[in-house]
């Protein structure tokens, strides 16, 4: 097969893996903190290459493999900022509800559309987590 060829479909592979994941990544509601992870730890990953004529000490080998390789350094970069974010947002939430409500529905569905967007939930279930405690 002719080199060209061969690059046209690695090309095309890699966008389409990109793509992919990316929509992936888009499945959840994003908030500020989401957008934040996803470009903080994309940025690092694709900075990974510069750092591979860094000369280390042999005694931080291992730091050498975690910051040359984009993978890797995009995927703990991910997780750090995920958990760093996540500090602060409440695991548990409560709704009162008084006897004859009569907005009982949007007072539910106010409840969990505030809720859903703090625990990053898509946006149909939601909806139904809503419809059920209705």
């Known amino acids: 097969m002719p080199l060209p060829v061969i690059e046209a479909a690695l090309v095309y592979s890699i966008c389409n893996i990109m793509m992919t994941g990316m929509e992936v ?3 959840r509601m994003m908030d500020t903190r989401g957008f934040f992870t996803i470009g903080i730890s994309l940025v690092f990953g694709f900075g990974a290459s510069a750092f591979s004529s860094v000369v280390l000490p042999i005694e931080y080998s291992w730091l050498a493999t975690i910051l040359t390789s984009p993978l890797t350094l995009s995927t703990i970069i991910a997780i750090l900022l995920t958990l760093i ?3 602060g947002i409440k695991q548990q939430a409560t709704i009162r509800i008084m006897p004859g409500d009569e907005n009982l529905a949007d007072t539910v569905f106010l409840f969990i ?3 859903a967007r703090m625990w990053e939930a898509r946006r149909d279930i ?3 987590a809503g419809s059920a405690l209705l």
Do not use: L, S, V, W
């Open 25 to 27: 990544m888009m499945t």
């Open 85 to 87: 974010f996540r500090i």
């Open 113 to 115: 559309d505030q809720n």
């Open 126 to 128: 939601a909806t139904k």
